[in-house]
Structures are given as structure tokens and as C-alpha cells.
């Protein structure tokens, strides 16, 4: 029988593969002191940091933006572990490797041994590949360290978030992003030190603006703008890294934004509230930062939709019209062209007179309706269309409106048990003051056909 062909080792997810290292990955710091940015977490005196040093974090869950640290911070984590550190990919790797693992950690339980599982981008483990670590971190059998991009709320099991402290990295700043740059421009041993190659202030300050926050994009910049500068140096220039220079490495910087995560529900939340608070940049702002990252310009309307009944409402009854028409009008042209009536829109909506009056009554209404369920329709606005149904006087006293000169006759329309209700009661502002009127003009007939 033929032997099975070994396969080669997996690299682990902290080491990259021989000679083909990029520059972001031989700039992972090492030691704490060496982690630039999250000293909210880091600093000294952090429990976080004191935990790290001591080599017992307990179970823990990274979550930030791409490029906030939480790898990094896990592999210096590895360095101070007291037991066997387990790097694991929730890409590449599931349920049959956690057996495995659990398998091996029970081993080294025998002697005393602890285990470190750390899984990078745990977010793209189902539930079920969840469900399959709970026991063993419930246990103490593993000590769990994660990393997310995602909101750990809408992405983790709670049974499993429950027993993790969450840490959120924050996107970097871009004086720390500078200062990571400046960094690996002059390390010999693991950066550009030793290629001869220096950049302009400018230049740093410009790549770690553009950044957005991200070490490792500003990172893989400047080892591509290093590889053009020194294109020059080559055609007989300086190996100097200019803005032009970083312009053109960088290209094009990428929406931040993901349609069914946590920028989704933040920013639909920040463009709704600009809108309620009749912020016209703001909204603009926001509405452009959704359609730039991809979101559905229909989800977009729908919830404009939402907006003018229940924040504009009466106020201004041309709100609900003027979204449909944006919304139709989207749908005739598609993008871009259309993008330009739910801008159109958008600005209505943030200018429009705000209220609420209508959405107010709207769920007075249902909840009077949900403590009365038995209230009976007052006889005589019943509607008699049999013999019996006029025996029993239905519609007896009904006063219909149009044979009065002011078409309104005061009568009662709601059952006993909710007749002294007002669930409408008209703002100040915008056409609501209009309806202010006409009731009042209303409750003046009814007081003098009381008399």
C-alpha cells in the first residue's frame, strides 16, 4: 500500500510565508511597548495590560476596525501566555480543528498545562461552530482570546459573549499611524531601514490621514511607495517618498462600510437623527457615505418614508409626498442619475417643519384600542342594512354632516369606554397650525350645541 504524501505545515496565522513577507506583517510589534495607539486599554495601570503581563487574560474578545491592532494585540498576548499558545483562523479552519485543539488542551491539562486558543475573525464561525467552544470555555479547558470586525452583539453566541470580557479598539490616530510609519521607515532589521529610502513630512502626515485609521493599510502604502521612490532613485533621483508619490501608491481610499454590520445600523441612525434634527449637511453627509459604500438607495428611501410620517407627520403633508416621488423617480433612473432626487428629498425632509403628533396619536390609538378589545360601536353610527339590524335602531339619531351649512354636526363617534380621549392633539409649527385651527373652530361648535 503507497504511502500517503506528507503534506506541508500550515503557516500560522501569525507567521507569514518565507520570502514573501510584506512590510505590515514584519511591523507587528513584539511587546506591549511597542503597540502604538489603544491606551485606553493599553496604557499603564490598564487592567487589561496588567492581565497581559501577568500571562492570564482570561477569555477575551477583540473588536475594532481592519487594522486597529487586534491581531497584533493577540500575538503579543502569546509572548506573556502562560501555556500553550493556539493560533486559529475562523476562515480557513472549524468544527473538526476545535476537536483537535480540545483534544490536545486535554492532554496538557494532565500536566498542569493550560491552553490559549486565539481565532481571528471569529465572526464567520456560524453558531453551530460556536455552540462547539462553549463547554470547553465554560469548563476552563480553554482560555478563548477572539478578534471581530463585526458588533460581537449581533455576531457572537450570548452564551459565549457572556463569558468574555469585550475590549474595542478604536480606529487609529493619525498621529499614531505618523509615528508607526516613521518607525519602519528607519528599522533596519524589520522595516525600510536598510533600503536607503526617506520620506517627506508631508507625505507621512498625507499616508497616515488617508489611512483612515487602518496600520495596515498605511503600512502596505509605503512599502508600494518605497518601491516607486526607489524607481527613481534608479532612473538617477532620490529614494524620497513625496505626496505625489503616496497619491499614486494609494490610489483610491475605500468606502468604510458594511450593509448588514454595525456601520450599517450607526450610520442609517446617524442620518435619521440628522434628519429629526433638521441638520441639512449632516444629512447629506451621512446619506453620501451610504450610497459611497454600497448601501441600497430603496432601503435608504424606505426608511425617508418612515421619517416623514413620524417625524414630520402634519407638519408638512408634502414630506410624504416628496420622498415617493424621490423614490419613484430613483426608480426610473437608477444610479447615479436618481441619487440626486433622494438628495433632493433629503434636504426637504431635514428643512420640513418637524412633528410627531401623528405618530403619538398613531400608538395612543392602538394601545386604547388593545385596553378596550370589547368596546362596542355606539348604535347610532352602525350601519342598518337588514330589517332587524332597523328594528334594533341602528343608526337611529345619526346626523348626517352635509345638512348643516359648516358640514359638521357634534356628535360622539368613539364607544364609552374611551370617549373622553384625545389622542390627536396638533402641533405648533408648519401646517399642524392650520389643523389647530379648524379643531378649536370645531370644539367651539360643540360647546355652543351643548348650551
Not at 483537535?100 to 464561525?125: N, P, S
Not at 430613483?330 to 403628533?357: F, M
Request: proline share 5%; aromatic share 8%.
Amino acid at each position: 500500500m503507497a504511502r500517503a504524501k506528507p503534506q506541508p505545515k500550515q503557516p500560522s496565522v501569525f507567521e507569514p510565508i518565507a520570502g514573501r513577507a510584506p512590510l505590515a506583517a514584519r511591523m507587528r510589534p513584539r511587546t506591549l511597548d511597542e503597540v502604538v495607539g489603544q491606551q485606553q486599554i493599553l496604557g499603564p495601570g490598564r487592567a487589561l495590560r496588567q492581565a497581559i503581563e501577568s500571562g492570564d487574560t482570561g477569555s477575551i474578545l477583540f473588536w475594532g476596525p481592519p487594522g486597529s491592532g487586534k491581531t497584533t494585540i493577540a500575538r503579543v498576548i502569546a509572548h506573556y501566555a502562560k501555556g500553550e499558545f493556539v493560533p486559529f483562523s475562523a476562515v480557513t479552519e472549524g468544527v473538526q480543528r476545535i476537536r483537535e485543539v480540545v483534544a490536545e488542551a486535554e492532554k496538557r491539562l494532565v500536566f498542569g498545562q493550560r491552553t490559549v486558543i486565539f481565532i481571528d475573525e471569529i465572526h464567520r464561525f456560524n453558531r453551530g461552530q460556536q455552540d462547539a467552544l462553549l463547554p470547553h470555555v465554560e469548563a476552563g479547558l480553554l482560555t478563548l482570546i477572539g478578534a471581530t470586525t463585526e458588533n460581537p452583539s449581533f455576531e457572537i453566541n450570548g452564551a459565549l459573549l457572556s463569558r468574555m470580557r469585550v475590549f474595542v479598539l478604536e480606529a487609529l490616530a493619525p498621529a499614531d499611524i505618523a509615528s508607526l510609519l516613521r518607525r519602519a521607515l528607519t528599522d533596519p532589521m524589520h522595516g525600510l531601514g536598510e533600503d536607503g529610502v526617506t520620506a517627506n513630512d508631508d507625505a507621512v502626515e498625507l499616508l497616515a490621514t488617508e489611512a483612515d485609521g487602518d496600520a495596515r493599510r498605511a503600512l502596505t502604502v509605503l512599502e508600494a511607495a518605497a518601491t516607486l521612490a526607489g524607481s527613481a532613485r534608479a532612473n538617477g533621483g532620490e529614494a524620497v517618498i513625496t505626496r505625489e508619490i503616496v497619491r499614486e501608491a494609494a490610489q483610491l481610499r475605500f468606502a468604510h462600510y458594511d450593509k448588514s454590520g454595525e456601520q450599517h445600523y450607526g450610520m442609517i441612525s446617524a442620518y435619521h437623527k440628522a434628519l429629526r434634527g433638521s441638520d441639512a449637511n449632516g444629512s447629506l453627509y451621512w446619506l453620501a457615505r451610504m450610497i459611497q459604500g454600497g448601501e441600497d438607495p430603496l432601503y435608504i428611501l424606505r426608511r425617508m418614508i418612515r421619517l416623514a410620517t413620524e417625524d414630520i407627520g402634519l407638519a408638512d403633508p408634502r414630506a410624504l409626498e416628496v420622498t415617493i416621488a424621490a423614490r419613484d423617480a430613483y426608480q426610473q433612473l437608477g444610479s447615479p442619475e436618481g441619487e440626486l432626487a433622494i438628495a433632493e428629498a433629503c434636504v426637504y425632509l431635514a428643512t420640513a417643519p418637524k412633528s410627531n403628533r401623528v405618530y403619538v396619536a398613531w400608538k395612543a390609538a392602538m394601545d386604547a384600542a388593545t385596553a378596550t378589545p370589547a368596546a362596542q360601536v355606539p348604535k347610532h353610527i352602525r350601519n342598518a342594512v337588514t330589517n332587524l339590524m332597523k328594528d334594533l335602531k341602528y343608526g337611529a339619531g345619526y346626523q348626517y354632516a352635509h345638512d348643516v351649512p359648516e358640514a359638521y354636526v357634534p356628535q360622539e363617534y368613539m364607544p364609552d369606554e374611551v370617549k373622553e380621549r384625545d389622542f390627536y392633539v396638533p402641533g405648533d409649527f408648519g401646517f399642524e397650525k392650520d389643523i389647530a385651527k379648524r379643531m378649536a373652530w370645531w370644539a367651539e361648535l360643540r360647546r355652543k350645541s351643548a348650551e
